[in-house]
């Protein structure tokens, strides 16, 4: 129809960096949400590209529900278009788009269903809608329904059933 984009028969390539209003120009993780949204895990905080510009947020030691921390270690979106993310030395962190607040996971000595690490490099869900975590000296954490807190799995030199280590990168 009049009006329509073109449809390119080659692939377009264009590329971002800190001028184009990235955060950093190193990016470790890329995902894509269902309303098209591209998010970008960087060095230096957390990026969405809409198509025409960058949102970034970042770590704010004053604002409590800002990102734990800026260097993006994992992006995951769930099956209800949830953005999760991990962070070097700063956890889970849950995206509450309709407030643009973070909501996080944390590691706490004194409290054994917290996260195990907070250095998160692995984010995913199982069929029954379950997150897992994957950290760094952490192992595997399954966070429990009604996000209540975590259950652990780690290495276990006696048991060959364990995990074969806990760093799950």
Known sequence: P???????????????????GMPSSRVYKTVQDRDGYLWFGTQDGLARYDGVAFKVWRH???NPASLGGDVVSALFVDRENRLWCGAEESGLNLLDTRRGAFVHYRHDEGDPAS????????????????????????G????????????????D?????????????
């Open 60 to 62: 704010d030691p004053k």
């Open 115 to 138: 996260l195990a690490s907070d250095d998160v490099w692995a984010i995913a869900q199982d069929g029954t809608g379950t997150i897992w975590v994957g950290s760094y000296a952490g």
């Open 140 to 155: 595997v954490d399954r966070l429990a329904p009604a996000a209540t807190g975590f259950v652990h799995f780690r290495h």
């Open 2 to 20: 009049p009006g329509d984009a073109p449809l390119y028969t080659t692939p377009y390539f264009r590329s971002f960096g800190i001028a184009s």
């Open 157 to 169: 030199p006696a048991s060959p059933r364990s995990l074969a280590s806990d760093n799950v990168i």
